[in-house]
T-cell receptor, first 115, second 113 residues
Framework: DAGVIQSPRHEVTEMGQEVTLRCKPISGHNSLFWYRQTMMRGLELLIYFNNNVPIDDSGMPEDRFSAKMPNASFSTLKIQPSEPRDSAVYFC?????????????FGAGTRLSVL | AQSVSQHNHHVILSEAASLELGCNYSYGGTVNLFWYVQYPGQHLQLLLKYFSGDPLVKGIKGFEAEFIKSKFSFNLRKPSVQWSDTAEYFCAVSPNRDDKIIFGKGTRLHILP
């Protein structure tokens, strides 16, 4: 299995620009999670999907953040417009309740820098 | 609300020292318990897990953890640490019927060579 795949690995952008982060979960997993990690706030859950449906988006910081999961093998996290305080590492993780009892497998992350 | 508390934010040890990282959670029902490790510059990886059965679980790289239900604790241990164990360690809890995992704030472990 290829694991959770995230792209890009690094993104540098200027304040006000739109940023799109991508995630491909492990095949057969039905839950997908987006996390943000910073030194100050640690690891925060932003949103998660179950069977492509958003279940809990209470961690999404504000309306500038949106996430979609159009099918079982792809999800995006979009920030529009981006701000310097959005600089962080964004992780995607996937899990399967039936196959592996909710063990979450993480992607390598996208390191976002907003200048 | 469910929460996970890790007792130490930063731990510094010398090689060959013994390690114990504390973790307590607040949830009254049946839970699944995890320890994840994040090596510098890398993503989180599963170190070990507890679902049911023997409360003493063994993971990779010589780590083990003990689930004490009466204390709502799941402490991580290793008898002799190595420099390569330098990493951040996250305790996590998932209510048995939930897809979400609640992570603690992490403990940064630094091993002196």
């Amino acid at each position: 299995d290829a694991g959770v795949i995230q792209s890009p690995r690094h993104e540098v952008t200027e304040m006000g620009q739109e940023v799109t982060l991508r995630c491909k979960p492990i095949s057969g997993h039905n839950s997908l999670f987006w996390y943000r990690q910073t030194m100050m706030r640690g690891l925060e859950l932003l949103i998660y999907f179950n069977n492509n449906v958003p279940i809990d988006d209470s961690g999404m910081p504000e309306d500038r953040f949106s996430a979609k999961m159009p099918n079982a093998s792809f999800s995006t996290l979009k920030i529009q417009p981006s701000e310097p305080r959005d600089s962080a590492v964004y992780f995607c993780a996937s899990s399967s309740r039936t196959r592996a009892k909710n063990i979450q497998y993480f992607g390598a992350g996208t390191r976002l820098s907003v200048l | 609300a469910q929460s996970v508390s890790q007792h130490n934010h930063h731990v510094i040890l010398s090689e060959a020292a013994s390690l114990e990282l504390g973790c307590n959670y607040s949830y009254g029902g049946t839970v699944n318990l995890f320890w994840y490790v994040q090596y510098p510059g890398q993503h989180l990886q599963l170190l070990l897990k507890y679902f049911s059965g023997d409360p003493l679980v063994k993971g990779i790289k010589g780590f083990e953890a003990e689930f004490i239900k009466s204390k709502f604790s799941f402490n991580l241990r290793k008898p002799s640490v190595q420099w390569s164990d330098t990493a951040e360690y996250f305790c996590a809890v998932s209510p048995n019927r939930d897809d979400k995992i609640i992570f603690g704030k992490g403990t940064r472990l630094h091993i002196l060579p």
